[in-house]
């Protein structure tokens, strides 16, 4: 398919902006050890949004991949994931904030190193969601591309600091018009204490129609009845 757009996104960057239903929207990291952390809205209700719980329970997952789709609070599927070379990626570490970004690798301010300084998950969603008609209120549990964090027996959660390579992708098909809010700061769990410093590339190009062998639509039956609501909705709406 024919790449129409494409956006780096910087370490410490973030963007917003709708995306229409049928596309696909690329990243691909260009080093080792990246995190985009991701937050997703139906770009005509915003009061719908992507919805963890119901997201991880409905699938009988911890994590996502090639085959799981994002599920809205509404039970409709905001995107599907159509590819993937890492094969995990994390859904509940959440974001940093400007304490935990502080005390992790030094107090900066804008004031003193003007765009050199140490951005956090929670202030860039914070602006992005303000840019959009939107507020903290909004903020959700986010999804973090590239991430791997498991649980042990005891249930604590850990890290996987060499889980993503250069040139890993992940890519996500749009099942609705969503919103899709991005930051490009440290997943909150990474151990390093030296500010993680991976661009990472967004490419948005146009998706095949979905037909009724679709990876995605057939990966449990969950998915079907979500892919269903979905249609129902466009169908009344046109």
């Not at 995306?19 to 050890?33: P, V």
């Amino acid at each position: 398919m024919k790449q129409y757009w494409s956006k780096l996104l910087v370490p410490g960057g973030k963007w917003s902006g709708v995306i229409g239903k049928g596309k696909c929207i690329r990243f691909t990291a260009l080093d080792q050890g990246a995190n985009v952390s991701l937050l997703l809205y139906n770009a005509k209700d915003k009061f719908e949004r992507y919805n963890m719980p119901d997201t991880l329970k409905a699938q009988h997952t911890f994590y996502l991949t090639k085959g799981n789709v994002l599920l809205s609070d509404n039970g409709r599927v905001l995107v599907s994931i159509i590819e993937d070379s890492v094969g995990w990626h994390d859904t509940v570490s959440g974001y940093t904030t400007r304490e935990m970004t502080d005390a992790k690798y030094g107090v900066t301010t804008y004031q003193q190193l003007r765009n050199d300084w140490l951005r956090s998950g929670e202030e860039n969603f914070a602006m992005e969601l303000v840019r959009n008609g939107l507020g903290l209120r909004d903020l959700v549990p986010v999804v973090n591309l590239f991430s791997k964090v498991y649980c042990d027996h005891r249930g604590d959660m850990h890290f996987v600091v060499d889980h993503c390579q250069k040139g890993d992708t992940v890519t996500l098909r749009t099942e609705m018009d969503v919103l899709l809010i991005l930051s490009n700061t440290p997943n909150p769990l990474d151990p390093r204490t030296s500010y993680p410093s991976v661009p990472v590339k967004m490419e948005v190009y146009d998706a095949e129609t979905v037909k009724q062998d679709d990876y995605c639509l057939n990966f449990c039956p969950e998915n079907r009845r979500a892919f269903e609501n979905t249609l129902e909705y466009y169908q009344l709406m046109s």
